[in-house]
């Protein structure tokens, strides 16, 4: 059997996790010299790049001194927990990544209490070393604390530890001393990282993730646990619901560098492998399906996965505007999207709702479903989302929702303004610790508390960080919405006139020149609580007096843009966000204005 270490690399969201597997690839001499790679190789996705995180985890690897050494790409944010749940089952160690400066953050340890709960040994990076005011020793202790904390076992606690930085290029026994490149790194993988544990018995293969072809269709990856695999084998595949199904492996390969070779000889116990299975086109294989010995197949136990904290209504665009921008705007096209990703993305669940038009869409998180949100307004589609809810559990007769660790590192001279702004959320403060110039401030706050972004009144400083904890005793309402909201009065193009007129009722989401709809959301009213109908498509009437140049001569104050996670934030009960592949609108859910009235008088509302 060839010498294979398996690992996974985890870090918290921007501590230069993916930069570290880039270096990894460039040590082990995968590019030629001359070879542009660009940065961040294994960020592939349009998405993941612009937001500067790993969404969907990656599966490389590398040659070094006789070893192969699968690197799996992780991703760091806790919406992503059904990834990385999945992908940690295929390793037998890990390298986590932190930040010299800011130390382990909450989903650094979101990830490592998964990591050593799978008994996996890790390797510690303190990375961006170079950073300034930052102290490399205190937080190899913070690190060895945490472990400790989460419940590490002796083996787990004696961790290696390398300084480095994954941007210069270097890693090193000690922080003060800059090295060559990362080789440090990589004898300290084969030395520590063991070598694949493999049962005796027969074939057994978790598919912990799927790939897709469009020339071979779907292709299963998993870790080979027991046995061996063959192109051509007969198998069983055991399903999560205890169906078994006789099939045979069609092709089989394994990761090289950054692709996937086709493989005749047998796959060994140990391995990570994709195989591509001939099944009949009703019989799809799923994640967390086992591959077995054809005659005595043996499943193996089904990943467990986070639970879902957050629900989102999920609709056709009904619009007036429907249709104008988007290729896939029907109810099935939603349908068949939504379930094809519920086929790979373990963390969501999809229920159906009284209408065909609509469904329940739950998933871990407002960045866990505003993902998925844009990456389907990229392929094309028109959709409309309702305001994001969490879910409510009973537990013991009592009602509960889901509560959150939050962490935020801010300027000094904002601490007391963001604890004021979480306490109002039901937010209760933790610990509270300087960092050079910046507090970071520990809270455990509703999961509903979250939703409304903190960002704005720290100037864009705050740096927040949050993961689920636990189910609690429900804490009592919040004032969400203190304003209410300024609604197009007509459908046309909004007009300098119109704006400059009203820019007393409110700051505007519109600029003059854009299309607007009767009871669309086109700013927010200071008037608390209060809903105002305006009518912004009017332009001057023109005199012999007054020429149209007059009208240029109007002044707007700048329109404010949000992005897709601040409008899905910001919407209402009673407002829809209608997303399209060029734009975001908010809207009332019922358009016409004497109707909506109706609908607030039988809800027992008094409209002033």
């Known amino acids: 059997m060839q010498n294979i270490r398996n690992i996974a690399i985890i870090a918290h969201v921007d501590h230069g996790k993916t930069t570290l597997v880039d270096r990894m690839l460039h040590q082990a001499k995968l590019f030629r010299d001359n070879q542009e790679t660009g940065e961040l190789i294994l960020d592939n996705n349009d998405l993941e790049r612009e937001r500067g995180i790993t969404i969907l985890s990656k599966n490389v690897s590398v040659r070094y001194k006789g070893y192969k050494i699968n690197i799996i790409d992780t991703p760091g944010h806790s919406d992503f927990g059904g990834e990385v749940e999945r992908v940690l089952n295929m390793a037998d160690g890990v390298l986590l990544v932190v930040d010299a400066f800011e130390g382990p953050m909450p989903q650094t ?13 890790p390797i510690v990076v303190i990375n961006k070393v170079d950073k300034p005011n930052c102290d490399p020793e205190l937080t190899q202790e913070a690190v060895f604390d ?67 072809s469009s020339y071979l269709g779907r292709i299963a990856v998993g870790r080979l646990h027991r046995g061996t695999l063959q192109a051509g084998q007969g198998i069983t595949l055991a399903k999560r619901d205890g169906t078994m199904v006789k099939t045979k492996i069609k092709e089989l390969y394994v990761f090289e560098g950054l692709g996937k070779e086709r493989i005749k000889t047998p796959v060994e116990a140990g391995e990570i492998c994709a195989a591509l299975m001939d099944l009949d086109k009703n019989m799809a294989f799923e994640i967390g399906d086992t591959i077995c010995d054809v005659d005595k197949p043996e499943a193996l136990p089904p990943i467990k996965v986070d639970e879902p904290t957050m629900s989102m209504l999920f609709t056709i665009n009904n619009s007036p505007f429907f249709g104008k921008e988007g290729k896939y705007v029907t109810s099935r096209h939603l349908r068949d999207r939504l379930f094809a990703e519920l086929e790979k993305n373990l963390a969501m669940r999809i229920e159906e709702t009284g209408s065909p038009d609509s469904l329940l869409v739950y998933g871990r998180g407002i960045m866990h479903l505003s993902v998925l949100i844009e990456t389907m307004r990229r392929e094309g589609y028109e959709l409309q989302v309702g305001q994001p809810k969490v879910i409510i559990r009973e537990i013991e007769g009592q009602k509960c929702e889901p509560i959150e660790q939050l962490t935020i590192l801010v300027p000094e001279e904002f601490s007391s303004k963001v604890i004021d702004v979480v306490t109002r959320r039901k937010g209760e403060v933790g610990t509270i610790d300087t960092k050079g110039d910046r507090v970071q401030l520990d809270f455990t706050i ?38 209410g909201a300024l609604i197009a009065k007509e459908t046309g193009e909004a007009t300098a006139y119109s704006i400059s007129k ?35 498509v009017t332009a001057k009437n023109l005199t012999n007096m007054r020429s149209k140049s007059a009208d240029d001569k109007s002044t707007c104050s700048p329109a404010i843009k949000m992005s897709l996670e601040e409008a899905m934030e910001y919407i209402r009960e009673d407002e829809y966000l209608e997303i399209t592949p060029s734009n975001l609108r908010i809207r009332k859910i019922i358009l016409d204005e004497i109707e909506r009235k109706r609908a607030r008088i039988a809800a027992g509302y008094k409209d002033e």
């Not at 704005?456 to 304003?483: C, S």
């Not at 505007?508 to 105002?532: K, Q, W």
């Open 109 to 121: 340890r979101f990830v490592l209490q998964k990591a050593i709960e799978l008994g996996l040994k």
């Open 146 to 212: 945490l472990m400790f904390n989460l419940g590490a076992n002796n083996d787990q606690l004696e961790f290696p530890t390398a300084y480095g930085s994954a941007k210069q290029g270097w890693m090193g026994e000690d922080w003060n001393t800059p090295t060559e490149d990362i080789s440090y790194l990589m004898d300290l993988i084969i030395e520590h990282i063991p070598a694949p544990k493999t049962d005796e018995g027969t074939t057994q293969m978790m598919i912990s993730s799927l790939d897709f």
């Open 446 to 483: 509703p999961s509903r508390g979250i939703i409304n972004t903190l960002l704005t009144a720290t100037n864009g400083e705050a740096i927040i960080a949050h993961r689920f904890l636990e189910f609690q005793p429900w804490k009592g309402d919040m004032d969400d919405h203190k304003y």
């Open 502 to 536: 009203l820019q007393d009722r409110g700051p505007f989401f519109i600029e003059p020149g854009d299309h607007v709809y009767a009871g669309e959301v086109i700013g927010e009213s200071l008037r608390p609580g209060n809903d105002i109908v305006i009518n912004v």
